[in-house]
């Protein structure tokens, strides 16, 4: 039960991330490639404030949580002056600087050896040790981030966001400043994937640079795009499949010493197949 708990706990936390990134890119129609920045962001603040200051998890994630929104409102101020593919160009440059920060600011960050002994949540006197306590846990966040996006999305903000991905220039038009609209749904969405950090440090109870590179910020794109653009029941579905499809594909009989190869060639076929058949992902409304 607890490898099972595990990997429910992993799905909350890659939940989490894609509902804040498909905000931006589902309903606003941006391509960013910086996500993974923020959640590194959110990761090592928390980590960093509660090993070096003794900070409690709460507060750790409340500051990594300011840092990761104030960060993305300048970030988001930058990349307001690109768009389309310039846009997703800029946001990937930020991702590899964030990166080369977590990797070569040794003095904060101890570089390539990473972050150990992160610190586990405290409920009063009670520490979450247990893979059951902290899937329970997680998916009290991830249901307040899904009620958050689903508030948003149903709201004149959310109605306006999707205006914007479907002509930006008729509402300029009407007098909305849709630069506002992108920059605070980019800021929304960067606090988001600070909260699935900090859960994801101390969960792990160790983190490096290695989890927070590009290819890292692609996945959460793939997820999305799986589940289905601007759709929040498809994105923590899209997050799901993308972590327990891999473990489920352990258990499908291949030769030992292919076995590893056969299942990147399995998961790889599935994703084709469903892209060539079904675009818009699960549950999407729209395809890129």
């Known amino acids: 039960m607890d490898y099972i708990f595990h990997l429910t ?7 989490i991330l894609a509902i804040g990134l498909n905000l931006v890119m589902g309903y606003t129609g941006l391509l960013s490639v910086a996500h993974a920045a923020f959640y590194g962001i959110g990761a090592y603040a928390s980590a960093i404030l509660m090993r070096s200051q003794g900070m409690n998890f709460f507060v750790a994630m409340g500051l990594g949580v300011l840092l990761s929104m104030g960060v ?3 970030i988001g101020l930058v990349l307001s002056r690109f768009d389309g593919d310039y846009y997703a160009l800029a946001s990937l ?13 040794e003095e904060l960050t101890r570089g390539p050896l990473g972050i150990p002994g992160i610190g586990k949540p405290k409920l009063g006197d009670h520490t979450i040790f247990s893979n059951m306590e902290y899937f329970f846990f997680t998916l009290f966040f ?14 004149s903000f959310g109605r306006t966001l999707k205006g914007i991905r479907e002509d930006e220039t008729a509402l ?10 992108k920059l605070a749904v980019f800021v929304i969405a960067a606090g988001m994937a600070a909260v699935a950090g900090s859960l994801y440090g101390s969960y792990i109870t160790y983190i490096d640079p290695k989890t ?8 959460i794109i793939s ?9 929040n029941r498809g994105a923590v579905i899209g997050a799901t499949f993308f972590v327990l499809l891999p473990e489920l594909l352990r258990f499908a009989g291949f030769p030992p010493d292919i076995a590893a190869h056969m299942r990147q060639i399995v998961y790889g076929v599935l994703l084709i197949l469903l892209m060539m058949y079904r675009p818009q992902g ?7």
Do not use: C, D, P
């Open 9 to 15: 706990t992993l799905s909350s936390i890659f939940a």
């Open 72 to 74: 993305a409102l300048l």
């Open 93 to 105: 440059g930020f991702n590899v600087i964030v990166f080369g920060i977590m990797l070569n600011w």
């Open 142 to 155: 991830l249901i307040i981030i899904y009620l958050l996006a689903r508030l948003i999305t149903r709201s």
């Open 172 to 181: 300029q038009v009407f007098g909305y400043k849709t630069v506002y609209f």
């Open 212 to 219: 927070f590179i590009v290819m890292e910020s692609i996945m």
């Open 223 to 231: 997820m999305i795009i799986l589940g289905g653009l601007a759709n």
């Open 282 to 288: 699960l549950f999407g409304e729209y395809k890129l």
